[in-house]
């Protein structure tokens, strides 16, 4: 049993919890180190205040039994029911079950009704309540060790954008480099990339999460890069904009706004502010220099086993920052149609500011060719 565990077991006397259940698998792995891809069947980690269990498909189960920290490993087959061994096991485990916790941001309707009739008393007066926000907050200051892995994860993310700029040659299409550049990560040993690569060009940029496409390469146009990788089962996420020949002025000057945005909020980190505090520095820049209606999404957000997690940094959040928390810092400008500008580094809190996990060059690239 490893200390995060041993954390959730303290919890759980405390609050007087018989039983957590969680199915999602970035959950699991962060509890029981078993990283899994589960599909439609169900990867779950079961634990009561004196024991715990890992509940896989017997596919599963030589790597689980691998790479997992947990010595009870509970298995079923595909014409088995899952809920019938769950409730035998979880019974086993906490014979008396009168409060039990889920995470409710990842659990769907329908496996809370099957929990439900798998773990409820006769009398059905078993109390369910959620954990969503504590294992957040558990998750959300990383150890030394997760920050190494997440600094490797930011380098690999800065040599696929380089990659990807190394590309740049006009009447290249937007999935022509994005097959590329995760050709070269695989070659590196990357498995699995943060999410779907984003390759976008001039006006496509405009939409923050645009989708890539047979869209080919001009010269005089920006080109956006948003892309990061998984490694060792930690996220990177970074974002640069570059151009392709020369653009005009005025894109010079949108550039130069989400720059000093991005940079000011970032040197502007520190521990016991207030997380809305970064959205709304960096929003002052872009407003004050006339284009706070373009920045249309918040600064940034959580980051670690997942690409996207706890906290999220909006003007409106109250998270207080702290040593080894994880997050992006990515403001941007999109006038649809036309431009669209977004540079972004994820950072890791230190005891006086923060370091970022990427080190790419910030300021406007101009590629000739």
Known sequence: MNKNSIQLQEYMKNEKIDMIYMDDPTAVAYFTNFDSNPHERIVAYVIAQEDEFLFVPSLEYAEAKEQSNVEKIVTYTDDEDPWKIISENGHRIAPTIQKVSVDEKTLTVERWFKLQQALSSETDSTEWDDISQVVEQMRVVKTDEEIKKMIRAGELADEAIQIGINLLEEGITELEIVAQIELEMKKRGVTEMSFST????????????????????????????????????????????????????????????????????????????????????????????????????????????????????????????????????????????????????????????????????????????
Do not use: W
């Open 198 to 369: 984003l390759v976008l060009f001039g006006e496509h940029a405009a939409n923050p999460h645009g989708n890539p496409g047979d869209r080919k390469l001009r010269n005089n146009e920006f080109v956006l890069f948003d892309l990061g990788v998984i490694y060792e089962g930690y996220a990177s996420d970074a974002t640069r904009t570059v151009a392709f020949g020369e653009v005009d002025e005025e894109k010079q000057k949108i550039y130069e706004i989400v720059l000093e945005a991005q940079i000011t909020a970032q040197k502007a980190v520190k521990p016991g502010m207030r997380a809305g505090e970064l959205d709304l520095i960096a929003r002052r820049v872009i407003e004050d220099a006339g284009y706070g209606e373009y920045f249309t999404h918040r600064l940034g957000h959580g980051i670690g086993k997942t690409a996207h997690e706890f906290p999220s940094i909006n003007g409106s959040s109250d998270t207080i920052l702290e040593p080894g928390m994880c997050f992006s810092i990515e403001p941007g400008i999109y006038i649809q149609g036309d431009v669209g500008v977004r540079i972004e580094d994820c950072v890791y809190v230190t005891e006086t500011g923060c370091e970022p996990f990427t080190l790419l060059d910030k300021e406007l690239t101009t590629i000739i060719k």
